[in-house]
């Protein structure tokens, strides 16, 4: 079953930033999209994908995810429960 996990991602700040992000989380079991903004450094996955592989991908890196809330969606959106 889909659903859908919000974050945000400290230092994801540029058009590059975004599209690397992007790239890792495309890259995710179960991830059917991947919508990133540059701007509020907010990302929304929706698919079949565990919230701890979708962390896992910013081991390493520059950026810093915490799980955020999308506006409008249901109370367990960020979780992906």
């Known amino acids: 079953m889909d659903h859908e996990i919000a974050l945000v991602v400290e ?3 540029c058009r590059r930033c975004v599209r690397e ?3 890792w989380l495309r890259d995710v079991p179960g ?4 919508e990133a903004d540059a701007a509020t450094t ?3 996955l929706t ?7 979708v962390l896992d991908v910013f081991a390493g890196t520059a950026y810093t995810p915490r799980v955020g809330a999308v506006p409008g969606a249901g109370p367990d959106a960020a979780t992906g429960r």
């Open 47 to 53: 698919g079949t994908m565990r919230l701890g592989e």
């Open 21 to 23: 992000v992007s790239r």
């Open 11 to 13: 230092g994801m700040g």
């Open 31 to 34: 991830v059917a999209t991947v």
């Open 42 to 44: 907010r990302v929304r």
